[in-house]
């Protein structure tokens, strides 16, 4: 039963190393921040909202 156990405990140890590897290598955090360049406009949207003019 001890042996069943240290593999358990090696395995999640195993898989807990992998994902951190992963993540680190993912690149995650060290994205460039998303710059718009272009000027928001709502284009042909309606001013009043879609509820409001069914009734």
Known sequence: MEIFA???VIVL???AAATI???LRDGRGHT???ES???WSALDLPSTSYT???F
């Open 32 to 34: 460039p921040p998303v």
């Open 37 to 39: 360049h272009q000027e």
């Open 13 to 15: 140890l195993l898989v």
């Open 52 to 54: 409001l003019r069914i």
């Open 6 to 8: 240290t593999i358990i």
């Open 21 to 23: 590897a992963a993540l």
